[in-house]
């Protein structure tokens, strides 16, 4: 359960963004979690819900948007995307263990906010 | 109440413990400390493992282990017995290090004299992928007695690691352990990671785990650098 330490350090980037924004109320939080990112959506919904109790992000939703895993194979230099992780297979020549381009995604990408 | 705003932030979530991680790294980088981390279940061995390399690497280096549990200081006093400097970080509740924890543990450490740091980081196989601790190598451990398939299940930490330690190989025959299916698994994620079969208790394929990890760790390149 390291998703209540990551809900802690969302919570804590969302505010000092925020503060940049006259403290605006922050509705929405985005967020962008990588399939290989090693968190899972469900448990970090529920520990931001938790862990942001008391603090002015209590009434804020969370929005988490999957970041599928893209993978760059040495072997034959084509770009794919993978759906059976954690094999890191490339689609057109089935090579394993591509580099991975995208999918370690664990970040804040916008809020909605009002003033 | 107006309509919202929306603001573009694009921040890593985990920004405040890479920023940590990166600053430990430039400041054993400075000292010249090499940072091993082990990462595994409970109960694959990390202690017993890294008591065995405290005292051998500790004839030619100057040695120095961190190690992470929920509680208790109980191996920390065990590797003590290797003569090594040895800090207990107790997490209470967390379920793994993070980098913050270990610049804390290392406060009033004279890193000018180490040469090599191992932080052994709390049982547990999922969490502790996340978090950067400024390591120059991350190992992970899975035994002969848990499980051929345990790679397949957790293949974050494999992916994060940068050498796969496959330990207790005294009891791989009792335990009818197949050695290929676990060490096909293990391409199966990482075709070119490398791999090293011990048993802390005889021994067996140690002498070649330390001359990788030192190898690697003095190379001009550490092994983290390419993966």
Not at chain 1, 30 to 55: I, P, Y
Not at chain 1, 64 to 90: F, G, M, Q, R
Request: hydrophobic share 45%; proline share 4%.
């Amino acid at each position: 359960m390291h998703e209540l330490s990551i809900a802690l350090s969302i919570i804590d980037g969302v505010l000092e963004e925020a503060e940049r924004h006259e403290r605006a109320l922050v509705q929405t939080v985005h967020l962008r979690v990588g399939r290989l990112s090693g968190v899972d959506k469900e448990a970090l919904s529920f520990s931001f819900r938790v862990a942001s109790q008391d603090t002015p992000l209590a009434d804020s939703r969370l929005e988490i948007e999957d970041v599928e895993v893209l993978i760059h194979c040495s072997a034959c230099d084509a770009e794919s995307t993978i759906t059976d992780a954690p094999l890191l297979i490339c689609a057109r020549c089935g090579s394993v263990g591509g580099r991975v381009l995208q999918g370690g995604e664990l970040e804040i990408s916008k809020l909605e906010i009002v003033a | 109440m107006s309509e919202p705003r929306i603001v573009e932030v694009r921040r890593k979530i985990l920004k405040e413990n890479d920023v940590i991680a990166r600053r430990l790294r430039e400041s054993f980088d400075h000292t010249g400390v090499h940072v091993v981390s082990l990462v595994s279940s409970p109960g694959t061995g990390k202690t017993t493992l890294l008591e065995r390399l405290l005292t051998s690497l500790g004839a030619a280096y100057r040695v120095a282990a961190l190690v992470g549990d929920l509680a208790t200081e109980n191996d920390a006093v065990r590797l003590a017995r290797s003569g090594a400097p040895v800090k207990q970080i107790s997490t209470g509740t967390v379920c793994h290090l993070d980098a913050a924890m270990v610049a804390r543990a290392l406060e009033g450490w004279n890193l000018n004299e180490l040469d090599l740091l191992f932080i052994e980081n709390v049982g547990n196989l999922v969490c502790p992928a996340s978090f950067d601790l400024g390591e120059d190598l991350r190992v992970v451990l899975v035994s002969t007695t848990e499980g051929e398939d345990k790679p397949l299940k957790y293949p974050t930490i494999f992916n994060t690691a940068d050498v796969a330690v496959v330990t207790k190989y005294d009891l791989a025959k009792a335990v009818e352990f197949d050695r290929e299916l676990m060490l096909g698994n293990i391409r199966a994620l990482r075709p070119q990671m490398p791999v090293f079969e011990v048993s802390a208790r005889t021994g067996l394929g140690l002498p070649a785990l330390e001359s990788f990890l030192v190898e690697a760790l003095y190379a001009e390149q550490p092994a983290s650098a390419a993966s």
